[in-house]
């Protein structure tokens, strides 16, 4: 490593090291009460594996570095920044999902998250993040820049998608059944690329008579798995940008966990609201807007609570209330909500692909659904429905994985 590529990786850190996070680098007792935390150390027991672990390969960076005195550098196992040593700095960003369980069990609040953006932020300077995420994320940003080029073909795609969005719930008649640029829209509401994220909800959302209006832009932030923050903001403010044009009442985030996260807790003060889907579909059955059969889900159905919208987000029960009206046959995965097992293909881990770690390091997740002995998986989150049904076909789970936006859908009650 050049010495132009070493100094540029300590500004980075430098740059990083907020007051949090420098607490984060000089608290750790070592009492080792995250390690089991971490379903890829309990899935593969490997020291490599545990937070810790993880978060000892930057601690030893920071003792070179930011910390004085030969002795204690020396105590600490200060390492001096290599080519070697950025191979542990990728295992630290990319054998971790920020699921941040770890964080819930440690005695300090160590956040691995914090850890982890740091190893990320320091892959880019290094030139060595994945490059498939860095170039999603530059799509985005494009998109952005050229939208009113694309809107003709994307309003002509939408329209496309009618058809099956009334198989599912019938028109009032003179109503638009996928709504584009709708001002002064109660919800905005935000999808993921493709029609599985805009047809259930898009009937959900009629049926409910919802004054609202779709998104031009798709909810996944990649500046967020890469660890980018200008790239991040970037992505996110179209949202944003549009959503205040439109004087829009809400934004709501499809079933996407770090979608979500971005929208409500990374980009500061809006003059409108940010929820989940799964909220909206709540709120929809609390106000008496639609009706569900539940004949329609006759078998058990269990869920898996997404990181980012459970454990970081606090949305818990939502969803709940929403399968308890889908179904009389809800149960549990133990452990639940806050102290639920990653599903193992989060932080970008899906999208760059990695199928070998995602299953070793999520068999403990495998085993918490099989012993539920459902035959419906729900979940709120395309990145977790992606790795659960993974999981299904490696793990041999029996399940059908579904969106609790799928399974509402197909239960509404066409009176
Ligand atoms: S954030 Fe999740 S994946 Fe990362 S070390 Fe902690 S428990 Fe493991
Ligand atoms: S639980 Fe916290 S203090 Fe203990 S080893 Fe893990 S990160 Fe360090």
Not at 58 to 79: H, P, Q
Not at 101 to 125: E, H, S, W
Request: aromatic share 8%; glycine share 8%; hydrophobic share 40%.
């Amino acid at each position: 490593m050049d010495a132009k590529l070493k100094q540029e990786l300590i500004q980075t850190f430098s740059e990083r090291l907020s007051q949090a996070a420098k607490m984060y680098m000089e608290n750790c007792s070592r009492c080792g009460l995250c390690i089991e935390a971490c379903h890829a150390y309990a899935s593969s027991p490997e020291t490599r594996y545990t937070a810790v672990g993880r978060a000892q390969n930057i601690r030893r960076i920071y003792e070179e570095y930011f910390k004085k005195g030969k002795i204690a550098k020396k105590l600490n196992e200060a390492v001096e920044l290599s080519d070697f040593w950025m191979e542990k700095v990728y295992e630290t960003a990319y054998t971790c999902t920020g699921c941040r369980r770890c964080m819930t069990y440690c005695p300090f609040g160590i956040d691995t998250g914090v850890i982890q953006g740091i190893a990320k932020m320091m892959l880019i300077t290094a030139d060595q993040e994945p490059k498939a995420l860095s170039m999603l994320a530059d799509m985005s940003i494009a998109k952005g820049k050229t939208i009113e080029k694309t809107k003709t073909n994307f309003a002509a795609a939408a329209k496309n998608l009618e058809k099956e969005v009334l198989e599912r719930w019938r028109s009032e008649g003179g109503e638009d059944v996928v709504p584009l640029d709708v001002q002064d829209a109660n919800v905005l509401y935000v999808a993921l690329a493709g029609k599985h994220s805009i047809i259930p909800a898009a009937a959900i959302m009629n049926a409910a008579k919802e004054k609202w209006s779709l998104s031009y832009f798709e909810a996944v932030n990649f500046g967020a798995f890469v660890g980018n923050p200008a790239k991040t903001k970037e992505i996110a403010g179209r949202i944003i940008d549009e959503a205040k044009r439109l004087n829009v009442k809400e934004v709501v985030i499809c079933e996407c966990g770090t979608a979500y996260r971005v929208m409500k807790h990374m980009t500061g003060e809006k003059p409108f609201g940010v929820i989940t889907f799964a909220e909206l579909i709540a709120r929809y059955i609390e106000q008496g807007r639609i009706k569900l059969d539940k004949s329609k889900l006759p078998g058990k159905v269990t869920y898996h609570d997404p990181c980012q919208i459970a454990r970081q987000g606090g949305i818990y029960e939502p969803p709940r209330y929403v399968l308890n009206h889908l179904t009389d046959h809800f149960v549990e995965m133990t452990p639940n909500r806050q102290a639920n097992w990653c599903c193992g293909g989060g932080g970008g881990l899906v999208a760059i692909g990695e199928k070998d770690f995602r299953m070793k390091s999520a068999k403990v997740k495998a085993d918490q659904v099989k012993a539920t002995g459902a035959e419906v998986l729900c979940t709120a989150c395309e990145n977790c429905h992606t790795q659960l049904s993974d999981l299904n076909e490696h793990y041999g789970l029996g399940v059908e994985v579904m969106y609790l936006s799928d399974l509402t859908a197909k239960a509404l009650v066409q009176d």
